[in-house]
């Protein structure tokens, strides 16, 4: 094998784009593959078509040099050492991931390959995946010793992607084959020699030249689980911290000192336990039904995932009943909404919370004003603006004349508002927060009356009545 690896990337969505560029920066030469025109020509323009961090810069410096965008696999896969299947698994009938996309894709390579060529799964996938894509490389009559099936899953998080990809905590290289670990060995030595992190203008991370990376080699199989595990253990970990708020609100406890408290235990770990409205997204409520449906399919009984996607669906009935109670009422009710994206720093609306609680918040008869600062494009295609809904300029425009402010997705400026404006602008001071930006001491100082998730709630008129002053 030569020096210079060359890759197909199929798939340009988070996980394909993303890699592509990325591996473009290793110092790879990279082929990504769409079936989609649109897509293909609008990112040979130069258009990321997604917001995330970095990916403008890297693809203005690679496209059409040593990223290339096409629509034909075959062409891509015929030319390529390391052929990547990075298309989506949506979620299928009754949760089962559904895998025509990589079958369909597993066809046309096994069309094309005319050399030895690793096929790899980047792709979120069941276990066995691999398994049937191999069968489908052996029934369009490709001999075994044209290719192998590995396993690499991906970690990055939706606006922090391309410096996940770079930074990773580990590369999981999932195989049983000696010469496809060499070429995956080799596709990511730039990040674990630590070669990457010297080389000027390097994407900026917690990985550097003496501590890199590690890969991980596995099986394949268990390459496969390792991913469906990790998603499955982070949403378990964010229900768990959504049902010990519950607790703490029952209790008149605080949740952010808890889980303080525990995350100090380095065995738990601090990252992954802030309460909220629920996790959502295009990862987490996919890859838990999913693990469980594979789970049921193998006769184990996984019940407690069943449980996290239960203590995440009623987190959003329970924030809509905080917001009910601190109203009394919701029909007829006049409510800024800040954040429509699944969280902070994406345009993604894909299974968010956000987008949920507004179309709730509608069908109880409120009127919503709503601003993102990347995602009301998106939402608007599935929420249309009317007469219970208008999008607004900004989070001032956001607060005006209404009866309570709501926050919903963890975008950053939105702990940083100007709460004396905030106050004179709304009608009544009331901010509902479903993601704990502030401290509830700085909302009461400021005259605003605060619930938030898993803490006491500070009412102003209340407290003032209680201190005797006003
Ligand atoms: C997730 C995983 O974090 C990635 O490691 C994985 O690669 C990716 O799925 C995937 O499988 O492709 P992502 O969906 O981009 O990444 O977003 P996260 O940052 O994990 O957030 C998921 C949801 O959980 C969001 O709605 C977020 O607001 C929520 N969350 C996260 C909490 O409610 N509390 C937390 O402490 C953390």
């Known amino acids: 094998m030569s020096n210079t690896i060359r890759i197909a990337v199929v798939g340009s969505g988070y996980v394909g784009l993303v890699a592509a560029v990325c591996f473009a920066e290793m110092g790879h030469n990279v082929i990504c593959v769409d079936n989609d025109q649109q897509k293909v020509d609008a990112l040979r323009s130069g258009d990321c078509l997604i917001h995330e961090a970095h990916l403008p810069e890297l693809l203005e410096r690679y496209r059409n040099s040593r990223v290339r965008f096409t629509n034909d696999l075959g062409e891509a896969t015929r030319g390529a050492d390391a052929v990547f299947i990075a298309v989506g698994t949506p979620q299928g009938d009754s949760g089962v991931a559904d895998l025509s996309y990589v079958e369909a894709v597993a066809s046309e390579i096994a069309r094309s390959l005319n050399s030895y060529t690793v096929i790899v799964e980047k792709s979120t996938v069941p276990v066995y995946t691999n398994e049937w894509i191999r069968r489908v490389m052996e029934r369009n009559g490709v001999a075994k010793h044209l ?19 770079l930074h990773p905590d580990r590369i999981v290289v999932g195989t049983d084959s000696e010469r496809a670990a060499a070429v995956l060995s080799k596709i990511y030595e730039p990040l674990t020699s630590g070669g990457y992190y010297e080389q000027p203008g390097a994407i900026d991370g917690f990985c550097t030249s003496s501590e890199p990376p590690p890969l991980l080699l596995t099986s394949t199989k268990s390459a496969e689980i390792i991913k469906h595990a990790s998603n499955a253990f982070l949403a378990l970990k964010i229900s768990f911290i959504n049902a010990v708020s519950n607790l703490c609100e029952a209790a008149n406890a605080d949740v952010e000192q808890v889980a303080r408290g525990i995350g100090m235990d380095s065995r738990i770990g601090p990252r992954f336990l802030r309460p909220g409205i629920g996790y959502g ?54 409510l800024g909404v800040l954040g429509l994206s699944f969280k902070g720093g994406t345009d993604d609306i894909r299974e968010s919370p956000a987008i949920e609680l507004v179309r709730m918040l509608i069908a109880e008869g ?25 999008y607004v300029s900004d989070e001032y425009a956001a607060s005006n004349d209404v009866d309570a402010l709501l926050i919903l997705t963890d975008w950053s400026e939105f702990g940083r508002l100007d709460l004396q404006r905030l106050n004179r602008l709304m009608r009544y001071p009331i901010v509902v927060d479903g993601r704990n930006l502030y401290e509830p001491d ?29």
């Open 281 to 334: 997204g295009s990862c987490f409520p996919k890859d838990v039904a999913a693990f469980r449906c594979v789970a049921e399919e193998l006769g184990v009984d996984f019940s407690l995932l069943a449980e996290v996607e239960k203590v995440n669906k009623d987190q959003k009935i329970r924030f809509l009943n905080k917001v009910r109670s601190a109203l009394w009422t919701l029909r007829g009710k006049k």
């Open 442 to 470: 700085v909302m009461l100082k400021n005259g605003i009356t605060y619930f938030s998730v898993g803490r006491p709630t500070r009412h102003h008129m209340h407290e003032l009545a209680a201190t005797g002053t006003r």
């Open 366 to 390: 409120c009127s919503i004003r709503a601003f993102d600062p990347a995602a009301m494009t998106r939402a608007e295609h599935v929420l249309p603006a009317g007469s219970s809904l208008q």
């Open 147 to 165: 290719f192998d099936v590995v396993s690499n899953p991906e970690f990055l998080r939706e606006g922090t992607a391309v410096r996940d990809f």
